[in-house]
């Protein structure tokens, strides 16, 4: 089965850091654009961050540029959100999302809460 899987979720205080990674099963995602996605509670889902196959074009949202930073390691088949600088309205569930073989994949999400 054909999968996306978040994790590194959980509760920091705000100021802290966290990094989220993003990784995939039944198959890998050095080939494509990777975007990370958040959803907080009573909001729509927004876009965060993407990267594109090669590392050479990353975008951020204006929210959480300068305190995000979107990584790959495609040996590893992995990509990375650094989360620093934390603030509590961060806090949603972080979503990564592909689109491979023209099928459109989201991970079930890791939830990021951002409280003292």
């Known amino acids: 089965q054909l999968q996306i899987v978040e994790s590194g979720g959980g509760l920091v205080q705000p100021g802290g850091s966290l990094r989220l990674s993003c990784a995939a099963s039944?198959?890998?995602?050095?080939?494509?654009?990777i975007g990370w996605f958040r959803q907080a509670p009573g909001k729509e889902r927004e876009a965060g961050s993407c990267?594109?196959?090669?590392?050479?074009?990353?975008n951020y949202a204006d929210s959480v540029r300068g305190r995000f930073t979107i990584s790959r390691d495609n040996a590893k088949g992995t990509v990375y959100l650094q989360m620093n600088s934390l603030k509590p309205e961060d806090t949603a569930v972080y979503y990564c999302?592909?689109?491979?073989?023209?099928?459109?994949?989201w991970g079930k999400g890791t939830l990021v809460t951002v409280s003292s």
């Open positions: 990267i594109s196959s090669s590392s050479a074009s990353r």
């Open positions: 999302n592909t689109m491979a073989g023209g099928l459109d994949y």
């Open positions: 039944g198959f890998t995602l050095d080939s494509y654009g």
